[in-house]
């Protein structure tokens, strides 16, 4: 595995010894979360491929395979910024989460229509914060190249989360099973970012 990009000294006085400290834990953080997003796209090209594959209706099948090629570009980027930084994927991970993209490939071709909305609704959820911390720690570890991409990323993941969330507000097992809030409306993602810029 290639080393990781160089971190800043911490043992430099206050207050710029503060200020690198800052810089190198925003740093160790993206990084971190840049490599869990790498494996977890992975992860959703396999599971994506199973739920289209899944679905009778044509209009779902196209569009989740619309979202599984928007999750393999998200890889790609990701992949840039790791490379960018000198830091490989984590191997472990990967091949961890190629392991469970490709368990729920299998259960999507069994689980129904409900499981499998219900679960990408869920995760995608979670990826939209995800991108968006990732944002955040590249403006603190002087990474704003990188800004631009994580904020469309997490918009992206916004329209997927809408998409599977009001798929599933339609069916029964919606008022059954654990819910949760829309997110923010997805122009307050830029925004948030770009205050903390300021």
Known sequence: MTAPA????????????????SSAAALASL??????????????AHAYAGHAASVRDQDERRRIEEIRGEEIDHRARVRAMLDTLGVEPDAR????LRRIGRTISAFCRVGGWFGPMYGAARLERKNIGEYERAAGYATAAGHDE??????????????????FREKCQVHWLWRVFPTWSPPAPKHTIRERILATTR
């Open 146 to 163: 990188f800004v631009d991409d994580l904020v469309d990323m997490s918009e992206v993941e916004w329209e997927h989360e809408r998409y």
């Open 93 to 96: 991970r990967e091949r961890k």
């Open 31 to 44: 990084v971190a979360l840049l490599q869990l997003a790498h494996s977890g796209e992975l992860a959703a």
């Open 6 to 21: 160089p971190i800043p000294s911490t043992t430099t006085t206050a207050p710029e010894g503060r200020e690198h400290s």
